[in-house]
């Protein structure tokens, strides 16, 4: 009798093989053929972290002609085929261009007609087409592929129409069995447009334009709006964001729609990818370093940094980075009343970001009044990204809202403290500074205001200035923090798991 529990327990102590998932990711950019923000991060980042865990992934992207030239060389071509779209029944031209890297397979939908322009959005009304098309044909890919994946994961506005496309015009073909998730990466942005337009070039049936699915007023059709009505479960880049995008302040005229759909909405936040950023093997940076020796390092950065943007050169400094689109979410008019303020001597500013031309210009008028203490690099630069996180002492991030925010991870993860918002995935990731335990990773502010962030710059430099070894103590703690994707990655397999047990 006793053998037989020890047997028994034998066979109960070997793991069983978890069912391996396929998963096609369906999304409008990925590093490093095109970035605008931090979904081309996650779009590279997630399925590598994916296939570490036993997933086959596959990343369907359009062929933007922007592509650098290197990559679309060595591209291969799998197959064509030509497809209908709009209402009027004209066919289009949908080529296969296959790129494995890494062990994820990446298929570029090609289309001259649609992907020719420069920079993936235009934000006009061209986008509503071009992203009807790619989410269409991407469908028609796998099938023309017969790779039929449990799951198919999509992206945000540009890919919310799959959802619709799989269980209308898909229905009864091969790829039908397949269960759908949509990510929103930011609520912002959800692809409205007229609602005769959308119904034109869409040719969706006339059952999808109703005020529960993609009907969003009289006049418009709401893109995101109808993928989340049809995905069989919808996630989220935080937890505190699937919070905040149920109310109204932050659910941009889709909270009630959200509120309904509650329970298939889902927090999980990003990672970010740590070969990608390495501190101790980033050649981008003028000196590597490690949490064993990031302390001198780290000065070598700053100086080198310095030097390299015209700023007085000074390890004693206190650099604060700012790495950003400068768009009107990203807290920015808090920064330009305070940055006079801030600047006082013995603290320097650098900030990196394009967008908005006012925040443009307001950041040229600093770099100019206070020549030495402020530079404003308006350009998109990602060699000038490693460097001002290398260099830079403190991280801004003061965001009006935030999904997630990758800018402050990848600071934690180079030892530079952030200095942030307490909203969507930065009141998640950025534990606030605790004087009496001496615990915490950065410096936070709850409400919207000037003031607030000034007194949370404030405090970081007081610790900086006045208790140097409580200051490198969180710069250690930072690096030591996980922000890589094992975590979140495990999460979303137990959620495909979930849909296809
Ligand atoms: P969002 O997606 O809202 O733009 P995230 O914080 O999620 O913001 O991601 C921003 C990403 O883009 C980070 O990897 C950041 O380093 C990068 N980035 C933003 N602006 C620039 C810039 N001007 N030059 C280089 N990299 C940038």
């Not at 796998?142 to 540009?158: A, R």
């Not at 799989?166 to 091969?174: I, N, S």
């Not at 964001?241 to 959200?258: C, K, W």
Request: proline share 4%; glycine share 8%.
């Amino acid at each position: 009798m006793a053998e037989k529990i020890v047997a028994e327990q034998k066979t109960q102590d070997i793991p069983m093989p978890e069912p391996r998932r396929s998963v096609a990711f369906i999304g409008s950019e990925c590093y490093p053929f095109v970035k605008t923000g931090g979904l081309g991060d996650v779009m590279y980042a997630l399925p590598k972290a994916l296939i570490a865990q036993n997933c086959d992934v596959k990343v369907i992207l359009p062929r933007y002609r922007c592509i650098p030239q290197k990559f679309q060389d060595k591209m291969i071509y799998r197959g064509e085929f030509w497809m209908d779209l709009f209402a009027d029944g004209r066919r289009f031209y949908v080529g296969i261009m296959e790129y494995v890297w890494d062990g994820v397979v990446y298929d570029f939908i090609d289309n001259e007609e649609f992907f020719s322009s420069g920079n993936p959005y235009t934000n006009l009304v061209d986008d509503m087409p071009k992203y009807s098309f790619f989410s269409k044909a991407a469908l028609a890919a796998l099938n023309y592929m017969n790779w039929i994946p449990d799951i198919i994961h999509c992206h945000d506005w540009q890919a919310a129409l799959v959802p619709i496309y799989l269980r209308t015009q898909f229905a009864g073909t091969p790829i039908a069995g397949a269960k759908t998730i949509l990510t929103i990466h930011n609520l912002r942005f959800q692809g409205i447009y007229w609602l005769p337009t959308v119904q034109y070039w869409t040719g969706l049936p006339g059952e999808v334009f109703t005020i529960d699915v993609m009907k969003q007023s009289y006049a418009d059709a709401n893109m995101l709006k109808g993928g989340l009505a049809y995905a069989d479960m919808i996630t989220t880049v935080s937890e505190t964001y699937a919070g905040e995008i149920q109310t109204p302040f932050y659910g941009d005229g889709l909270d009630s729609h959200l509120r309904h759909h509650a329970w298939k909405l889902r927090g999980i936040v990003n990672g970010i990818d740590c070969r990608q950023w390495d501190s101790s093997s980033d050649e981008k940076l003028p000196a590597v370093y490690d949490c064993s020796n990031v302390i001198e390092k780290k000065k070598e950065n700053k100086l080198a940094l310095q030097r390299a943007l015209g700023l007085r050169e000074d390890e004693n400094l206190f650099v604060i980075g700012l790495i950003s689109r400068l768009t009107d979410q990203k807290g920015l008019d808090l920064v330009n009343s305070i940055l006079p303020a801030v600047i006082d001597g013995n603290t320097q500013v650098v900030v990196l970001g394009t967008g908005d031309v006012q925040y443009e210009n307001a950041f040229r008028y600093y770099e100019d009044a206070y020549r030495g203490s402020v530079c404003s690099c308006i350009m998109y630069d990602e060699a000038r990204a490693h460097m001002i996180y290398g260099g830079s002492d403190a991280l801004l991030v003061p965001s009006l809202f935030e999904p997630c925010g990758l800018t402050q991870l990848i600071a934690m993860h180079y030892g530079t403290v952030p200095v942030v918002r307490e909203t969507g995935g930065l009141k998640d990731t950025v534990q606030p500074y605790n004087q009496f335990t001496n615990e915490g990773n950065g410096f936070t502010f709850d409400r919207y205001e000037a003031g607030l962030l000034l007194d949370a710059i404030n405090r970081a430099k007081t610790l900086y200035f006045t208790e140097r070894g409580r200051w490198d103590e969180m710069v250690r703690r930072d690096m030591e923090k996980d922000v890589s994707w094992d975590q979140s990655a495990e999460r979303y397999r137990q959620l495909y798991l979930e849909l296809k047990p």
